[in-house]
């Protein structure tokens, strides 16, 4: 069964970093890239960006870009989002996503994992 | 980033009632749009690619349509398990973007 697995929530203070993992289950994992998704409470999806295991590309939205880190490890199938500098804005559910991608072409998110809360409180 | 608007925000529809929610792109997207449906608490659920292309196990009842800047999702006969809050999504660009969500209550 293809799945992607989230670690639990956390807990962190402000100024702090977050590190979330993403384990992926049922399918070969260099063969589709990896999206980061950030839902604050009562708000919509946010898109913070994807990362190709196969190649290790990455593209982050141009909010995030500098305060996200997006790394693979291919040996676990495991997909990474670190957040630095933490305030109580990024209090969120944080999802990975699989890329549905043919050729060079991306169509969406496929499966989905099951997110991981993120609060930041001192 | 390319901006995705939905309409309506919000909407209260009967059950048999076909509905449809339109997204619209700031700029051409040509048909890289995607529709998600998500339930309190739950994930995202993936409904449609390349705006009209039904993702295998969704039922039949749902269809996209459009190109460019405009499209729809229509759901021809709603049912309860059709409530949630649904999402259209850009993949053309390198930033990808969702549109704000449009809430359906049964």
């Known amino acids: 069964q293809v799945q992607l697995v989230q670690t639990g929530p956390e807990v962190k203070k402000p100024g702090a970093s977050v590190k979330v993992s993403c384990k992926a289950l049922?399918?070969?994992?260099?063969?589709?890239?990896i999206s980061w998704v950030r839902q604050a409470p009562g708000q919509g999806l946010e898109w913070m960006g994807r990362i190709s295991p196969y190649t290790g590309d990455t593209s982050y939205a141009q909010k995030f870009q500098g305060r996200v880190t997006l790394t693979t490890e291919i040996s676990t199938n495991t997909a990474y989002m670190e957040l630095r500098s933490l305030t109580s804005d990024d209090t969120a559910v944080f999802y990975c996503?699989?890329?549905?991608?043919?050729?060079?072409?991306?169509?969406?998110?496929?499966?989905w994992g099951q997110g991981t809360t993120v609060t930041v409180s001192s | 980033d390319i901006q995705m608007t939905q309409s309506p925000s919000s909407l209260s529809a009967s059950i048999g009632d076909r509905v449809t929610i339109t997204c619209r792109a700031s700029?051409?997207?040509?048909?890289?749009i995607s529709w998600y449906q998500q339930k309190p608490g739950k994930a995202p659920k993936f409904l449609i690619y390349?705006?009209?292309t039904l993702q295998s196990g969704v039922p039949s009842r749902f269809s996209g349509s459009g190109s460019g800047t405009d499209f729809s999702l229509t759901i021809s006969s709603l049912q309860p398990e059709d409530f949630g809050t649904y999402y259209c999504q850009q993949t053309y660009s390198t930033s990808w973007t969702f549109g704000q969500g449009t809430k359906v209550e049964v």
């Open positions: 996503g699989r890329n549905l991608q043919m050729g060079s072409y991306y169509f969406g998110m496929d499966v």
């Open positions: 390349a705006a009209s």
């Open positions: 700029e051409s997207v040509r048909n890289y």
């Open positions: 049922g399918y070969t994992f260099i063969n589709h890239g």
